[in-house]
């Protein structure tokens, strides 16, 4: 029993070894890069990477190899083991592409503007506009998963760049949603983005132009009057409900 103990430890010592290994940090030169000038100063190059995790609202072990919360001296930066840092690599090089590209426009001012990778990602890993994430999230997981996305991603990019929490995304979601044959989650939508926004006309009107769809004119016309009552001069609910005085 006890030596078969030793035998285990001794088996996993090597692993364990590997897993403790420390390397410098920083390192005192550049050991696998494709991208960056092998000559850049370590300085700068921590500096960019720096600026790709808080673009991509991501941490460093998003892209290399090691634990968050430890010391950078037991990562491995130079390995190659995770995915996102080859995408990350050609990441780069689309973004000097589109900048040389930028820079033949006609009449280009010098200081002109640079895509960076923050233009795209906005602090989030995955640059998508809401409405298409909840689109997504309530066509193939389900109205309660979309739910849940939702409330998540709310409570951690409130206020940030990642994403619009405006009435609007919403209601475009459940407009795409009752499109695509999905009326329960459409409907679960915009019930949700009233718990947000109680007294929203667009949402009423989303509900009315939902319910254009199903061809149901008299839930359709009962939804622009609500939005009606909830602003007056909502331009959606006047011409909708004035187009279906029209064909009475
Ligand atoms: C979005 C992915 C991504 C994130 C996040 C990221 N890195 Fe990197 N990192 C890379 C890529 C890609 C390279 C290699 C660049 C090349 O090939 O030119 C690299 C290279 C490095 C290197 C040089 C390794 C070598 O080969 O010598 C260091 C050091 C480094 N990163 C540190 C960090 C630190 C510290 C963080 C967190 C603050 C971080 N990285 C976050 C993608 C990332
Ligand atoms: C023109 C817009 C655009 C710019 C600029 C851009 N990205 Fe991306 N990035 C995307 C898109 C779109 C995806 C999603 C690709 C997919 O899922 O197929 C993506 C995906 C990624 C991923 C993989 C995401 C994951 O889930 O791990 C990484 C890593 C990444 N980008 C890093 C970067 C870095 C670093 C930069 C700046 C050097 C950058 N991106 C600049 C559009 C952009």
């Known amino acids: ?20 290994a420390t390397h410098k940090f ?3 030169s550049l050991e696998n890069v494709d991208v960056i000038p ?12 720096r600026t790709f995790a808080q673009s991509l609202g ?8 090691g634990e968050d919360g430890k010391p950078l001296t037991t990562y491995d930066f130079p390995s190659d083991d995770k995915t996102p840092k080859e995408i990350a690599r050609q990441m780069m090089r689309m973004v000097a592409e589109v900048n040389r590209r930028l820079d033949t426009l006609p009449d280009r001012d010098p200081e002109g503007l640079q895509v960076t990778c923050l233009t795209c990602h906005r602090g989030y890993v ?3 506009p809401l409405a298409t994430l909840m689109t997504e999230t309530a066509s193939t997981s389900g109205l309660d998963s979309a739910t849940r996305t939702y409330r998540a991603l ?5 206020g940030s760049d990642a994403f619009n929490f405006s009435e609007r995304s919403l209601n475009d979601a459940a407009l795409r949603l ?9 409907a679960g939508m915009l019930a ?14 989303a509900r009315g132009t939902i319910a254009l769809l199903k061809g149901d004119t008299t839930a359709a016309r009962a939804a622009f009057r609500e939005a009606l009552r909830r602003d007056p001069n909502d331009r959606e609910a006047q011409g909708r409900l004035r187009d279906l005085g029209a064909q009475r």
Do not use: G, K, W
């Open 1 to 20: 029993m006890r030596r078969r103990l030793l035998v285990s430890v001794l088996t996993a010592l090597p692993a364990l070894l590997a897993a403790q």
């Open 26 to 28: 920083p390192p005192d």
């Open 38 to 49: 092998r000559s850049t100063p370590v300085p700068q190059v921590i500096a960019t990477m």
């Open 58 to 65: 991501v941490r460093c072990t998003h892209c290399h190899v």
């Open 126 to 128: 995955r640059p998508v």
């Open 154 to 158: 709310r409570t951690r990019y409130y």
């Open 178 to 186: 009752a499109r695509d044959n999905h009326p329960a989650e459409a």
């Open 192 to 205: 949700l983005n009233e718990e947000f926004f109680p007294s929203a006309a667009s949402i009423a009107s």
